[in-house]
Nanobody, 126 residues
């Protein structure tokens, strides 16, 4: 049974940083495409970043240059380093796992991902 557990969310001021973690069980982070999504109240879910089996990464334009997706294969954990946070980054952040080793192109399609975590809240104040 695949389980994804996010952590690391919180409240920060604009310009601050957070690192989100997604610990996986029943799934091998090193072998497949994984992603971070976010959803703010009243808004559609947005794909933020993806990383594939070969460490190729892609980012939404809204976070490019500020966020970095990475993984630790030994810990079977996915990360999202978020720097220079803005109030518009406020959302629930979810990690998601695919069963394909390759990721699709931007925009990231949530329908490609069959496994989801429960989410972690990020709140950025101005």
């Amino acid at each position: 049974q695949v389980q994804l557990v996010e952590s690391g969310g919180g409240s920060v001021q604009a310009g601050g940083s957070l690192r989100l973690s997604c610990a996986a069980s029943g799934y091998t982070v090193s072998s497949y495409c994984m992603a971070w999504f976010r959803q703010a109240p009243g808004k559609e879910r947005e794909g933020v970043a993806v990383i594939d089996r070969d460490w190729i990464t892609r980012y939404a334009d809204s976070v490019k240059g500020r966020f970095t997706i990475s993984k630790d294969n030994a810990k079977n954990t996915l990360y999202l380093q978020m720097n220079s946070l803005k109030p518009e980054d406020t959302a629930m952040y979810y990690c998601a796992a695919n069963i394909s080793p390759a990721c699709g192109w931007i925009p990231i399609n949530g329908a490609d991902f069959g496994y989801w975590g429960q989410g972690t809240q990020v709140t950025v104040s101005s």
